[in-house]
Nanobody, 114 residues
Framework: QVQLVESGGGLVQPGGSLRLSCAAS????????MGWYRQAPGKQRELVAA???????NYTDSVKGRFTISRDNAKNTVYLQMNSLKPEDTAVYYC????????WGQGTQVSVSS
């Protein structure tokens, strides 16, 4: 089992920045990749960014150039640095880990509004 705990969400004005953190514990040696998903009201959950154990990353087109995913292996933590935030980035953001199973965090709210 893998446990994921997210932090760092909040309310920010358009153009602002936030950094999300996801701390993993448990059977972390089984994790192959981690990522961030988001779900806005009335919409399906979508992949925002992902990073493999080898450090390869990918991003959905709408966040390329604005968001950066990174990982600190010593802290078993994955980060999502979000810059130039837009109102359409408003959503609940979920951390995901893929290993023996698919694991999810509890979600953290990100709201972008003036």
């Amino acid at each position: 089992q893998v446990q994921l705990v997210e932090s760092g969400g909040g309310l920010v004005q358009p153009g602002g920045s936030l950094r999300l953190s996801c701390a993993a514990s448990g059977s972390i040696f089984s994790i192959n990749a981690m990522g961030w998903y988001r779900q806005a009201p009335g919409k399906q959950r979508e992949l925002v960014a992902a990073i493999t154990s080898g450090g390869n990353t990918n991003y959905t087109d709408s966040v390329k150039g604005r968001f950066t995913i990174s990982r600190d292996n010593a802290k078993n933590t994955v980060y999502l640095q979000m810059n130039s935030l837009k109102p359409e980035d408003t959503a609940v953001y979920y951390c995901n880990a893929v290993g023996w199973d698919d694991y999810w965090g509890q979600g953290t709210q990100v709201s972008v509004s003036s």
